[in-house]
Each structure stands twice: as structure tokens, then as C-alpha cells.
């Protein structure tokens, strides 16, 4: 019988070749880009399944198409099974993404104009976090909480200020480059005080929530989590809301049909297995070894002079001033390690006085690493080649020796879902 992948590589050689290209890439080089993972081989195999021909506009029970049989047992099954594991009491699982995510729980609960409390782009904030580009910016009205300049961490008596000053509807919680632990008791304290809603946006780490291995907003009374489903988690690529009861239906009619037509049921199935992981020992393992890891690859930075915004890491990334640390922007940093197949990102960092494009920084982060198999001495391991590269970057036959040695280091860690 001719399998898909052989129908692909018969109709279709080139986009073939670059997906047998992209699975190289993944196996000979190392991921630390912090927003990135490998997914389970269920999950694989959930989105590449017949679920990707069904439209199930609706929720189970009330769709507007035929045929919602099984589309029903697996929306039930994934809403269900995110109830349990980050013990909140409502789920939707139908977001297409984490911007669409976003988007739906503002719209939903917000009217046009409404003053937003969120954390500063080049602070750690997200794009959709009402940075002037994006068009949740120009709809709502963000006001922007940054970082203390002394140690980098949020700085609560300046939120709280801001709080009072601009009386906001919604407090937002969350970041995609912040390498600390969220204080949520001081944020629903505020919001509170000043009647908000309290959101945390869980992207990054909603997978080290479900593991256990970070705290979970809800125990600290949050109305509404949000997560992208591809990061930490390791599930298909798309978003979950989650919330208490009383906002559910105005959450659940802002995605569907407020924002989204039909969900992609192949990524839903893709979530309700990723969240059976969830409940695993191994997932709990996981999620406590991305932590450890990423101490101790900071830890190897750290012993080598190197500059780590706030310092350190409390989650599964840190981000590197390379500028400071090694002369260089973060543009060049991306590139040079690149060439050794160590993936980072180029990184803006608080109060950049660089373009996006050429910041200050690198963002490194420890989840795709953790999840082949690499423990705290290998990333003693990471730390020295990414120090050596970074040190070098007039020296070509010192990066290609280091990529040589990264690309055999590799073979030893087979990648979930290729092997
Ligand atoms: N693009 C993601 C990240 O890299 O953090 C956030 O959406």
C-alpha cells in the first residue's frame, strides 16, 4: 500500500524534499528557541488524519453542519481533559492560534476602547498584547507595565500605580521574554482593587503549569488562562481559552462566531491527546527537567562572564545581552550560531536601543532540548559551544569544528516523533 508520504514524494518532489529537509535540520542541530518543541507522535498523527476534512462550525451538540459524531467526542474529550489538568472550569479549545486567542477573550469581554494593563513589548510582553503594530493596539486602549531597571523583574508597586492611574478593564499577566516567575497574587490583588479582570496569557508556560512544574494562575484566583497549545505543552499548533464559569459563554461566542468560522478538528484532536500526556508521570518529568535544565544552562552562561537579562532564570528561558557580553547584536548572534545548527532567536530586551531586527539580544530556552532527552550536563555542554561561538565570530574553522561536534552530539537524542 503507497503510504502518504510516498504519494508526497511521487506528486509532489519538492515539497518533498524540503520536508525531509526540515526533518534533517531538526534532528542534526539543537532547538533552544524557548517557543519551540517537538511534538508527540499522536499528535502527528491526529493532524495528519481525516478530522482536517470536517467543518464543525458550533460545539459539540450544536453545530450547524451533519456528520458530528466523533467531532463531538473529541472536542468533549479535549475540553474535558483541559478542565482537569489546569483545574479551571471552563475550556475552549477551538482557538486557531494564540493571537486569535487573545483577540477572542478581549473581544469578548471588552468593548472598543477599553484600557488594557500589559506588560511592555520590549519588556517581555507579546505583540497582542497591544504593542502600537497589532491591531488588538489600535482597538483597545493598552497602557504598558515594564521591568525594574536594577534587577529586571516586574516591578508591582509601579503596576499598581498604573493600575489606579488608568483604572484599566483587564490585567494581563504573561510574556513571551521574560525569564522570571509571575507573582499572581500581587496581580489579582491589583485587579481587584481596581475591579479588572485578570487574565494571564500562559503561552510559554502553560505546559509547565499542566506539568506541575510552575504555579497555576487559577490556585491564585485568576478569571481567565490563556495557552497556546504548541509550546511548553507539546501539542498541535493552536490555543486554548480558559476560564471560570462566568465568563463562558461570552468567551465561547467570541471565538465561534464572534472571531472564527470552522475549527480545525484535526488540531483539536491533536489537543485532547497532547492533554491525556499531560496527566502522565512523564509529562511531570518533563516539565520539572525543562526547569532544571534551564538553570543549568544559565548557570554555564553565568560562569562565563556572560550578561543574562534579570540575571537568571525562574521558567525555561533567559535571554543573553549580547551586545554587552560579546560585542555583537543579537542579529549576528542568531546567524553565527545558525551556522553551527544551534537555533536561537535574535531578542529585543527592556529598553533596547536597537531596531527589532538588529536588538541587543538572544532568547534561549530549554523545552525542545528537554524533550529529546538532554539533561543538565549536556547543557553544561550547550553553554561552552554557544560561549565559544559567540566569543569567535570572525573565526570560521571554529565554528564549523563546534557544528561538527553539535551535529554528532545530536545523534545521541533521537526527536519525538521522527524516530
Ligand atoms: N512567537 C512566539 C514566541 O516565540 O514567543 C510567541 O507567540
Given at each position: 500500500?503507497?503510504?502518504?508520504?510516498?504519494?508526497?514524494?511521487?506528486?509532489?518532489?519538492?515539497?518533498f524534499?524540503?520536508?525531509?529537509?526540515e526533518?534533517?535540520?531538526?534532528?542534526?542541530?539543537?532547538?533552544?528557541?524557548?517557543?519551540?518543541?517537538?511534538?508527540?507522535?499522536?499528535?502527528?498523527?491526529?493532524?495528519?488524519?481525516?478530522?482536517t476534512?470536517?467543518?464543525?462550525e458550533?460545539?459539540?451538540?450544536?453545530?450547524?453542519?451533519g456528520?458530528?459524531?466523533?467531532?463531538?467526542?473529541i472536542?468533549?474529550?479535549?475540553?474535558?481533559?483541559?478542565?482537569?489538568?489546569?483545574?479551571?472550569?471552563?475550556?475552549?479549545?477551538?482557538?486557531?492560534?494564540?493571537?486569535?486567542?487573545?483577540?477572542?477573550?478581549?473581544?469578548?469581554?471588552?468593548?472598543?476602547?477599553?484600557?488594557?494593563?500589559?506588560?511592555?513589548?520590549?519588556?517581555?510582553?507579546?505583540?497582542?498584547?497591544?504593542?502600537?503594530?497589532?491591531?488588538?493596539?489600535?482597538?483597545?486602549?493598552f497602557?504598558?507595565?515594564?521591568?525594574?531597571?536594577?534587577?529586571?523583574?516586574?516591578?508591582?508597586?509601579?503596576?499598581r500605580?498604573?493600575?489606579?492611574?488608568?483604572?484599566p478593564?483587564?490585567?494581563?499577566?504573561?510574556?513571551?521574554?521574560?525569564?522570571?516567575?509571575?507573582?499572581?497574587?500581587?496581580?489579582v490583588?491589583?485587579?481587584?482593587?481596581?475591579?479588572?479582570?485578570?487574565?494571564?496569557?500562559?503561552?510559554?508556560?502553560?505546559?509547565?503549569?499542566?506539568?506541575?512544574?510552575?504555579?497555576?494562575?487559577?490556585?491564585?484566583?485568576?478569571?481567565?488562562?490563556?495557552?497556546?497549545?504548541?509550546?511548553?505543552?507539546?501539542?498541535?499548533?493552536?490555543?486554548?481559552i480558559?476560564?471560570?464559569?462566568?465568563?463562558?459563554?461570552?468567551?465561547?461566542?467570541s471565538?465561534?462566531?464572534?472571531?472564527?468560522?470552522?475549527?480545525?478538528?484535526?488540531?483539536?484532536?491533536?489537543?485532547?491527546?497532547?492533554?491525556?500526556?499531560?496527566?502522565?508521570?512523564?509529562?511531570?518529568?518533563?516539565?520539572?527537567?525543562?526547569?532544571?535544565?534551564?538553570?543549568?544552562?544559565?548557570?554555564?552562561?553565568?560562569?562565563?562572564?556572560?550578561?543574562?537579562?534579570?540575571?537568571?532564570?525562574?521558567?525555561?528561558?533567559?535571554?543573553?545581552?549580547?551586545?554587552?557580553?560579546y560585542?555583537?547584536?543579537?542579529?549576528?548572534?542568531e546567524?553565527?550560531?545558525?551556522?553551527?545548527?544551534?537555533t536561537?532567536?535574535?531578542?529585543?530586551?527592556?529598553?533596547?536601543?536597537?531596531?527589532?531586527?538588529?536588538?541587543?539580544?538572544?532568547?534561549?530556552?530549554?523545552?525542545?532540548?528537554?524533550?529529546?532527552?538532554?539533561?543538565?550536563?549536556?547543557?553544561?555542554?550547550?553553554?561552552?559551544?554557544?560561549?565559544?561561538?559567540?566569543?569567535?565570530?570572525?573565526?570560521?574553522?571554529?565554528?564549523?569544528?563546534?557544528?561538527?561536534?553539535?551535529?554528532?552530539?545530536?545523534q545521541?537524542?533521537?526527536?519525538?516523533?521522527?524516530?
Amino acid at each position: 500500500m503507497t503510504t502518504n508520504l510516498e504519494y508526497l514524494e511521487q506528486n509532489d518532489p519538492a515539497v518533498f524534499a524540503a520536508l525531509r529537509g526540515e526533518e534533517n535540520r531538526q534532528r542534526m542541530g539543537i532547538e533552544l528557541i524557548p517557543s519551540e518543541n517537538y511534538t508527540f507522535p499522536e499528535v502527528l498523527a491526529t493532524l495528519g488524519s481525516v478530522f482536517t476534512n470536517k467543518y464543525s462550525e458550533g460545539y459539540p451538540g450544536r453545530r450547524y453542519y451533519g456528520g458530528q459524531e466523533f467531532t463531538d467526542q473529541i472536542e468533549t474529550l479535549a475540553r474535558d481533559r483541559a478542565k482537569e489538568v489546569f483545574r479551571c472550569e471552563h475550556a475552549n479549545v477551538q482557538p486557531l492560534s494564540g493571537s486569535a486567542m487573545n483577540q477572542a477573550v478581549y473581544l469578548g469581554l471588552l468593548e472598543p476602547g477599553d484600557t488594557i494593563l500589559a506588560m511592555d513589548l520590549s519588556h517581555g510582553g507579546h505583540l497582542t498584547h497591544g504593542a502600537p503594530v497589532s491591531h488588538m493596539g489600535k482597538i483597545f486602549n493598552f497602557e504598558r507595565y515594564v521591568t525594574n531597571p536594577v534587577d529586571g523583574s516586574i516591578d508591582f508597586d509601579k503596576v499598581r500605580e498604573d493600575a489606579l492611574k488608568y483604572r484599566p478593564k483587564m490585567i494581563l499577566a504573561g510574556y513571551t521574554s521574560y525569564p522570571r516567575d509571575l507573582d499572581y497574587a500581587a496581580f489579582v490583588s491589583i485587579a481587584e482593587e481596581v475591579g479588572a479582570i485578570s487574565m494571564t496569557d500562559a503561552s510559554h508556560f502553560g505546559g509547565l503549569v499542566a506539568g506541575g512544574a510552575m504555579k497555576n494562575p487559577f490556585d491564585f484566583g485568576f478569571d481567565v488562562v490563556t495557552t497556546t497549545t504548541h509550546k511548553s505543552l507539546r501539542g498541535p499548533r493552536g490555543g486554548m481559552i480558559l476560564c471560570k464559569k462566568e465568563f463562558a459563554k461570552k468567551i465561547d461566542k467570541s471565538v465561534f462566531p464572534g472571531l472564527q468560522g470552522g475549527p480545525h478538528m484535526n488540531a483539536v484532536a491533536g489537543i485532547a491527546t497532547t492533554l491525556l500526556n499531560a496527566q502522565g508521570q512523564e509529562f511531570k518529568d518533563y516539565a520539572r527537567q525543562v526547569l532544571l535544565n534551564a538553570k543549568a544552562l544559565a548557570a554555564g552562561f553565568i560562569e562565563r562572564q556572560a550578561s543574562l537579562v534579570t540575571g537568571g532564570t525562574d521558567n525555561h528561558m533567559m535571554v543573553i545581552d549580547t551586545s554587552i557580553s560579546y560585542g555583537i547584536d543579537g542579529r549576528v548572534a542568531e546567524e553565527l550560531l545558525d551556522q553551527a545548527s544551534i537555533t536561537t532567536n535574535k531578542q529585543i530586551i527592556p529598553d533596547d536601543p536597537n531596531p527589532p531586527l538588529r536588538p541587543s539580544g538572544i532568547r534561549i530556552g530549554t523545552p525542545a532540548a528537554t524533550a529529546r532527552g538532554m539533561r543538565e550536563a549536556d547543557m553544561e555542554k550547550l553553554a561552552g559551544w554557544i560561549h565559544i561561538c559567540l566569543s569567535n565570530p570572525e573565526d570560521e574553522a571554529k565554528i564549523t569544528s563546534i557544528k561538527g561536534e553539535v551535529e554528532e552530539f545530536c545523534q545521541q537524542f533521537p526527536v519525538p516523533g521522527l524516530e
